[in-house]
Protein backbone atom coordinates (compact mmCIF):
# COMPACT_ATOMS: atom_id res chain seq x y z
CA UNK A 1 0.00 0.00 0.00
CA UNK A 2 1.68 3.54 -0.91
CA UNK A 3 0.34 6.22 1.51
CA UNK A 4 0.91 9.53 0.07
CA UNK A 5 -0.03 11.99 3.03
CA UNK A 6 0.81 15.32 2.15
CA UNK A 7 0.30 16.93 -1.30
CA UNK A 8 -1.26 20.37 -2.56
CA UNK A 9 -3.46 21.30 -4.88
CA UNK A 10 -4.61 24.70 -6.25
CA UNK A 11 -6.66 25.87 -3.47
CA UNK A 12 -3.47 26.91 -2.05
CA UNK A 13 0.34 26.90 -3.87
CA UNK A 14 -0.23 23.42 -5.86
CA UNK A 15 -0.55 23.32 -9.82
CA UNK A 16 -3.61 21.22 -10.14
CA UNK A 17 -6.99 21.51 -8.94
CA UNK A 18 -7.89 18.74 -6.44
CA UNK A 19 -9.19 16.02 -9.42
CA UNK A 20 -6.10 16.21 -11.48
CA UNK A 21 -3.99 15.91 -8.39
CA UNK A 22 -6.06 12.35 -7.44
CA UNK A 23 -6.02 11.42 -11.05
CA UNK A 24 -2.30 11.72 -10.83
CA UNK A 25 -2.13 9.99 -8.03
CA UNK A 26 -3.83 7.12 -9.27
CA UNK A 27 -1.71 6.93 -12.38
CA UNK A 28 1.74 6.99 -9.95
CA UNK A 29 -0.08 3.99 -8.02
CA UNK A 30 -1.17 5.89 -4.70
CA UNK A 31 -3.56 3.67 -2.75
CA UNK A 32 -4.50 6.04 0.16
CA UNK A 33 -4.08 10.27 -0.66
CA UNK A 34 -4.16 13.24 1.70
CA UNK A 35 -4.45 17.00 0.08
CA UNK A 36 -3.00 19.21 2.67
CA UNK A 37 -3.70 22.38 1.48
CA UNK A 38 -2.09 25.21 3.20
CA UNK A 39 -4.67 26.49 5.96
CA UNK A 40 -7.47 25.37 3.26
CA UNK A 41 -9.89 22.47 3.63
CA UNK A 42 -11.69 23.41 0.47
CA UNK A 43 -10.65 20.22 -1.33
CA UNK A 44 -11.46 18.10 1.42
CA UNK A 45 -15.30 19.73 0.50
CA UNK A 46 -15.17 18.23 -3.09
CA UNK A 47 -16.34 14.48 -3.50
CA UNK A 48 -13.08 12.98 -5.43
CA UNK A 49 -12.97 9.63 -4.37
CA UNK A 50 -15.89 8.65 -5.27
CA UNK A 51 -16.06 5.09 -6.84
CA UNK A 52 -12.60 5.42 -7.72
CA UNK A 53 -9.65 3.40 -7.47
CA UNK A 54 -8.22 5.53 -4.38
CA UNK A 55 -8.81 6.63 -0.45
CA UNK A 56 -8.87 9.80 0.61
CA UNK A 57 -8.06 11.37 3.98
CA UNK A 58 -8.94 14.66 5.48
CA UNK A 59 -5.66 16.61 5.63
CA UNK A 60 -4.86 20.40 6.32
CA UNK A 61 -0.96 22.31 6.38
CA UNK A 62 -1.30 24.62 9.25
CA UNK A 63 0.72 27.54 9.65
CA UNK A 64 2.45 28.53 12.97
CA UNK A 65 5.61 29.18 14.74
CA UNK A 66 7.47 28.16 17.44
CA UNK A 67 10.37 30.44 19.01
CA UNK A 68 10.43 32.65 15.73
CA UNK A 69 10.96 29.56 13.14
CA UNK A 70 8.02 30.08 10.93
CA UNK A 71 6.93 25.70 10.92
CA UNK A 72 3.88 23.66 9.70
CA UNK A 73 1.73 21.04 11.19
CA UNK A 74 -0.35 18.42 9.05
CA UNK A 75 -3.55 17.66 10.40
CA UNK A 76 -5.09 14.16 9.58
CA UNK A 77 -7.81 12.82 9.59
CA UNK A 78 -10.24 15.00 11.05
CA UNK A 79 -14.03 15.18 10.22
CA UNK A 80 -13.96 17.68 7.79
CA UNK A 81 -17.65 19.07 8.66
CA UNK A 82 -16.40 19.95 12.25
CA UNK A 83 -16.42 23.70 13.11
CA UNK A 84 -13.98 23.75 14.89
CA UNK A 85 -11.67 23.15 11.32
CA UNK A 86 -13.80 25.12 9.30
CA UNK A 87 -13.36 27.98 11.78
CA UNK A 88 -9.62 27.26 12.09
CA UNK A 89 -9.27 27.32 8.26
CA UNK A 90 -10.90 30.77 8.02
CA UNK A 91 -9.03 32.32 10.53
CA UNK A 92 -5.95 31.10 9.13
CA UNK A 93 -7.23 32.63 5.82
CA UNK A 94 -8.01 35.80 7.28
CA UNK A 95 -4.50 36.13 8.63
CA UNK A 96 -3.09 34.89 5.54
CA UNK A 97 -4.56 38.25 3.77
CA UNK A 98 -3.24 40.24 6.60
CA UNK A 99 0.43 38.93 6.07
CA UNK A 100 0.29 38.94 2.44
CA UNK A 101 -0.51 42.80 2.54
CA UNK A 102 2.63 42.84 5.59
CA UNK A 103 4.98 41.20 3.43
CA UNK A 104 4.12 43.46 0.01
CA UNK A 105 4.82 46.35 2.33
CA UNK A 106 7.85 44.68 3.38
CA UNK A 107 9.12 43.68 -0.15
CA UNK A 108 8.14 47.76 -1.27
CA UNK A 109 10.64 48.43 0.95
CA UNK A 110 13.23 46.48 -0.49
CA UNK A 111 12.78 48.27 -3.61
CA UNK A 112 9.75 45.15 -5.44
CA UNK A 113 7.25 47.30 -7.02
CA UNK A 114 3.31 46.06 -7.04
CA UNK A 115 4.56 43.79 -4.75
CA UNK A 116 1.00 42.94 -3.84
CA UNK A 117 -1.06 43.29 -7.12
CA UNK A 118 1.72 41.34 -8.59
CA UNK A 119 1.53 38.58 -6.42
CA UNK A 120 -2.55 38.54 -6.47
CA UNK A 121 -1.62 38.24 -10.47
CA UNK A 122 -0.93 34.79 -9.94
CA UNK A 123 -3.41 34.12 -7.95
CA UNK A 124 -6.87 33.70 -9.58
CA UNK A 125 -8.46 32.27 -6.61
CA UNK A 126 -7.27 34.85 -4.35
CA UNK A 127 -4.85 32.81 -1.93
CA UNK A 128 -1.64 34.31 -1.78
CA UNK A 129 1.80 32.99 -0.50
CA UNK A 130 5.18 33.47 -1.03
CA UNK A 131 5.26 31.33 -3.84
CA UNK A 132 3.40 34.01 -5.81
CA UNK A 133 5.29 36.87 -4.49
CA UNK A 134 8.16 34.96 -5.84
CA UNK A 135 6.80 34.76 -9.48
CA UNK A 136 6.47 38.37 -9.37
CA UNK A 137 9.66 38.73 -8.48
CA UNK A 138 11.33 37.12 -10.89
CA UNK A 139 8.99 38.48 -13.26
CA UNK A 140 10.21 42.02 -12.58
CA UNK A 141 13.82 40.81 -13.23
CA UNK A 142 14.89 41.58 -9.19
CA UNK A 143 15.69 37.65 -8.62
CA UNK A 144 17.01 35.21 -12.06
CA UNK A 145 14.50 32.25 -10.64
CA UNK A 146 12.42 31.24 -8.14
CA UNK A 147 14.81 29.70 -5.86
CA UNK A 148 16.81 33.15 -6.20
CA UNK A 149 13.76 34.97 -4.96
CA UNK A 150 13.50 33.17 -1.85
CA UNK A 151 16.80 32.96 -1.15
CA UNK A 152 17.18 36.42 -0.88
CA UNK A 153 13.53 37.99 -0.03
CA UNK A 154 11.19 35.52 1.36
CA UNK A 155 13.36 32.82 2.52
CA UNK A 156 13.65 32.45 7.10
CA UNK A 157 14.93 35.46 8.18
CA UNK A 158 14.26 37.62 5.11
CA UNK A 159 11.57 40.39 4.91
CA UNK A 160 9.05 38.27 3.07
CA UNK A 161 9.49 35.78 5.88
CA UNK A 162 5.95 37.13 8.34
CA UNK A 163 4.93 34.67 10.47
CA UNK A 164 3.68 36.76 13.49
CA UNK A 165 -0.29 36.31 11.77
CA UNK A 166 -0.67 32.93 12.10
CA UNK A 167 -2.31 31.32 15.32
CA UNK A 168 0.35 29.55 18.09
CA UNK A 169 1.66 25.86 17.88
CA UNK A 170 -0.47 25.33 20.86
CA UNK A 171 -3.71 26.51 19.16
CA UNK A 172 -3.14 24.61 15.78
CA UNK A 173 -2.63 21.35 17.18
CA UNK A 174 -5.96 21.60 19.99
CA UNK A 175 -7.82 22.73 17.01
CA UNK A 176 -6.77 19.69 15.20
CA UNK A 177 -7.21 17.37 18.25
CA UNK A 178 -10.34 19.13 18.62
CA UNK A 179 -11.77 17.90 15.05
CA UNK A 180 -11.17 14.40 15.89
CA UNK A 181 -7.57 14.76 14.03
CA UNK A 182 -3.87 13.64 14.23
CA UNK A 183 -1.73 16.37 14.58
CA UNK A 184 1.90 16.30 12.67
CA UNK A 185 4.59 17.54 12.78
CA UNK A 186 5.47 18.08 9.17
CA UNK A 187 8.74 18.14 7.10
CA UNK A 188 11.36 18.11 10.14
CA UNK A 189 14.38 18.27 7.66
CA UNK A 190 13.29 21.90 6.27
CA UNK A 191 13.64 24.10 9.42
CA UNK A 192 16.81 26.08 9.78
CA UNK A 193 17.17 24.05 13.39
CA UNK A 194 19.84 22.30 14.12
CA UNK A 195 19.49 18.48 15.60
CA UNK A 196 18.98 19.88 19.58
CA UNK A 197 17.00 22.44 18.79
CA UNK A 198 14.64 20.20 16.27
CA UNK A 199 14.73 17.81 19.25
CA UNK A 200 13.55 20.09 21.57
CA UNK A 201 10.60 21.51 19.06
CA UNK A 202 9.65 17.92 18.77
CA UNK A 203 9.69 17.98 22.96
CA UNK A 204 7.30 20.67 22.95
CA UNK A 205 4.99 19.61 20.53
CA UNK A 206 4.61 16.36 22.05
CA UNK A 207 4.05 18.42 25.11
CA UNK A 208 1.03 20.47 22.98
CA UNK A 209 -0.63 17.42 22.07
CA UNK A 210 1.25 16.65 18.74
CA UNK A 211 1.26 13.06 17.86
CA UNK A 212 2.94 12.11 15.40
CA UNK A 213 5.94 13.49 12.77
CA UNK A 214 6.79 13.04 9.26
CA UNK A 215 9.51 10.52 8.93
CA UNK A 216 9.48 10.86 5.21
CA UNK A 217 8.79 14.22 3.61
CA UNK A 218 9.89 13.99 -0.62
CA UNK A 219 12.65 12.84 -1.34
CA UNK A 220 15.61 12.61 1.08
CA UNK A 221 18.77 10.70 1.66
CA UNK A 222 18.76 6.96 3.81
CA UNK A 223 20.46 8.69 6.57
CA UNK A 224 17.99 11.60 6.81
CA UNK A 225 15.17 8.91 7.22
CA UNK A 226 17.28 6.92 9.80
CA UNK A 227 17.45 10.36 11.48
CA UNK A 228 14.17 11.04 11.79
CA UNK A 229 13.10 7.56 12.90
CA UNK A 230 15.60 7.32 15.66
CA UNK A 231 13.71 11.26 16.83
CA UNK A 232 10.62 9.18 16.01
CA UNK A 233 11.09 6.37 18.31
CA UNK A 234 12.81 8.50 20.79
CA UNK A 235 9.49 10.66 21.02
CA UNK A 236 7.65 7.86 21.07
CA UNK A 237 5.62 9.73 17.87
CA UNK A 238 3.80 7.96 15.36
CA UNK A 239 5.49 8.22 11.55
CA UNK A 240 3.99 9.92 8.61
CA UNK A 241 5.50 10.20 5.37
CA UNK A 242 4.67 11.82 1.91
CA UNK A 243 5.58 13.62 -0.86
CA UNK A 244 5.05 17.12 -0.17
CA UNK A 245 3.76 17.42 -4.29
CA UNK A 246 3.01 21.02 -5.68
CA UNK A 247 3.04 20.16 -9.17
CA UNK A 248 3.97 18.07 -12.15
CA UNK A 249 7.19 20.84 -13.14
CA UNK A 250 8.59 19.91 -9.99
CA UNK A 251 9.88 16.99 -10.91
CA UNK A 252 12.04 15.61 -7.45
CA UNK A 253 9.14 15.79 -5.24
CA UNK A 254 6.10 13.20 -7.02
CA UNK A 255 3.38 12.00 -5.77
CA UNK A 256 3.79 8.26 -4.28
CA UNK A 257 7.67 8.68 -4.61
CA UNK A 258 9.66 8.75 -1.62
CA UNK A 259 11.24 5.81 0.54
CA UNK A 260 9.16 3.43 2.12
CA UNK A 261 8.69 4.28 6.17
CA UNK A 262 11.53 2.68 7.92
CA UNK A 263 10.59 -0.88 9.98
CA UNK A 264 9.98 -0.55 13.83
CA UNK A 265 8.15 3.04 13.93
CA UNK A 266 3.98 2.64 14.10
CA UNK A 267 2.51 3.87 11.12
CA UNK A 268 0.21 7.24 11.71
CA UNK A 269 -2.61 4.94 9.38
CA UNK A 270 -2.51 2.74 12.42
CA UNK A 271 -4.84 5.53 14.25
CA UNK A 272 -7.08 6.22 11.26
P1 LIG B 1 3.75 30.33 2.63
O1 LIG B 1 2.71 29.25 2.85
O2 LIG B 1 3.17 31.55 2.02
O3 LIG B 1 4.54 30.61 3.86
O4 LIG B 1 4.77 29.77 1.54
C1 LIG B 1 5.50 28.60 1.80
C2 LIG B 1 5.59 27.75 0.55
O5 LIG B 1 6.58 28.29 -0.30
C3 LIG B 1 6.03 26.33 0.80
O6 LIG B 1 4.94 25.50 1.13
C4 LIG B 1 6.60 25.95 -0.54
O7 LIG B 1 5.55 25.58 -1.41
C5 LIG B 1 7.18 27.24 -1.05
N1 LIG B 1 8.64 27.35 -0.85
C6 LIG B 1 9.31 27.42 0.30
N2 LIG B 1 10.63 27.56 0.09
C7 LIG B 1 10.79 27.59 -1.24
C8 LIG B 1 11.91 27.72 -2.11
N3 LIG B 1 13.14 27.86 -1.63
N4 LIG B 1 11.70 27.71 -3.44
C9 LIG B 1 10.46 27.57 -3.94
N5 LIG B 1 9.36 27.45 -3.17
C10 LIG B 1 9.53 27.45 -1.85
MN1 LIG C 1 3.54 25.11 -0.49
MN1 LIG D 1 5.22 22.87 4.44
MN1 LIG E 1 3.33 21.18 2.08
Known amino acids: MIYDLHSHSNFS ?17 VDVLAITDHDTIAACRENLANGRNIQLVH ?32 QQTAARQLRAQQIADNLEKQGISNALAGARSYSPGGY ?3 PHFARHIVSIGKAKNMQAAFKHYLAAGKSGDVKKTWASLEQVIQWILAAGGIPVLAHPLKY ?6 LLRLLQDFRQLGGLAMEVVSGQQNPDQTRSMAELCRQLDLLASCGSDFHGPETHWAELGKFQPLPVGITPVWERF
Open 13 to 29: DGALTPRQLVDRAIEFG
Open 59 to 90: GIEFSTQWENTGIHVVGLNFAADSAIIGQAAN
Open 128 to 130: IGR
Open 192 to 197: PLTRSK
